[in-house]
């Protein structure tokens, strides 16, 4: 079945580590995206990729960071340098044709201990 | 930069009704698209319904339609025979044509009332 995998669903933190999101999906599609939500608000974009070895910031990229080195994956690291890392974050992917329905993972609890 | 406004953080209804939840965008742009998605306590996003900017006719998905006002830059969701299973979180979405940047709204909450 196609779809969009990510993983770990919980994951939890210590302060001052650093961390990475997996986000894997076999739908073909050249964009993908990560947002980030928070309780009872609503997603915000952290970065997102229109084509490999590309991307670009989104409203909150400080303290984050990406890669794309293939089409089928969009890992993010959630670094030090990110204050509030706890967190519900979803990555989406989308065909490159503008318009077409993103789809979603199932989403990656951060929890900071 | 894009914005998407929905004012109505929490709205309730009695099954079977309809009711409306409102959106509002701002952007410079001519040609974008507009999406409602729900996100059940699952947690899941769900596409609901989609509208190209070009097109002047307000799309229809069974039970769901929207209200495009273009001038307005207003995008309403209303949903009719309100059933148990649409209690969920609704977030307006828009993507700006030739640009894959999709900006969300802060949602709002649906309670359906039996």
């Known amino acids: 079945d196609g779809g969009i995998t990510q993983s770990p669903k919980y994951l939890f933190r210590k302060e001052g580590q650093n961390v990475t999101l997996s986000c894997e999906q076999n739908?073909?599609?050249?964009?993908m995206y990560w947002y980030r939500q928070d309780p009872g608000q609503g997603l915000r974009l952290i970065y997102y990729?229109?084509?490999?070895?590309?991307?670009q910031k989104g409203d909150i990229a400080e303290g984050y960071s990406v890669s794309r080195e293939k089409k089928e994956s969009f890992p993010l690291t959630v670094t030090s340098a990110q204050k509030n890392p706890t967190a519900f974050y979803l990555c989406a992917s989308s065909s490159y044709r503008a318009g077409t329905e993103a789809f979603f993972g199932q989403g990656t609890r951060l929890t900071v201990v | 930069a894009q914005t998407v406004t929905q004012s109505q953080p929490e709205m309730s209804v009695q099954e079977a009704e309809t009711v409306t939840l409102s959106c509002t965008y701002d952007t410079s742009e001519s040609d974008y698209y507009l999406f409602w998605y729900k996100q059940p306590p699952s947690r899941q996003m769900i596409l609901v319904i989609r509208q190209e900017a070009y097109k002047q006719q307000n799309a229809t998905e069974n039970r769901f339609s929207v209200n495009f006002q273009k001038a307005a830059k207003s995008f309403s969701l209303k949903i009719s025979d309100s059933q148990l299973g649409d209690a969920a979180m609704y977030f307006c979405a828009f993507m700006e044509f030739g640009n894959e940047k999709l900006t969300f709204g802060t949602g709002t909450r649906l309670t359906i009332i039996p």
């Open positions: 990729s229109q084509i490999v070895n590309d991307f």
């Open positions: 739908l073909n599609h050249d964009a």
